[in-house]
């Protein structure tokens, strides 16, 4: 069974630091893209980051120099490391996998249950 399944959200002040970590199981990892998606109430799911099996990247203009997507296909695990959170930031974070090399939705098959980010003071 395909699972993915994220963790390490809560609640963050300005300026803060977190790591969100998605624990994969059930798939071939190298097959995969691996992405990570995030939704704010009343917004559109937008992605975030994405990281092929070769380790290219696509990050969101928005996060760059402050989101770093990283996979480990030994432990079968992907993270988000955040720092200079904004309050913008905050959203529902899920992580994605499918094919290709991008961050629109509709390329990603699987889906995790999401973990809230929220940053404020």
């Known amino acids: 069974q395909m699972q993915l399944v994220e963790s390490g959200g809560g609640l963050v002040q300005p300026g803060g630091s977190l790591r969100l970590s998605c624990t994969i199981s059930g798939f071939t990892l190298a097959r995969y893209t691996f992405a990570w998606f995030r939704q704010a109430p009343g917004k559109e799911r937008e992605g975030v980051s994405c990281i092929k099996n070769s380790g290219d990247t696509v990050t969101l203009d928005s996060v760059k120099g402050r989101f770093t997507t990283i996979r480990d296909d030994a432990k079968k695990m992907v993270y988000l490391e955040m720092s200079d959170l904004k309050p913008e930031d905050t959203a529902v974070y899920y992580c994605?996998?499918?094919?290709?090399?991008?961050?629109?939705?509709?390329?990603?098959?699987?889906w995790g249950q999401g973990t809230q980010v929220t940053v404020s003071s």
């Open positions: 994605a996998a499918g094919v290709g090399l991008n961050l629109l939705p509709n390329f990603y098959t699987f």
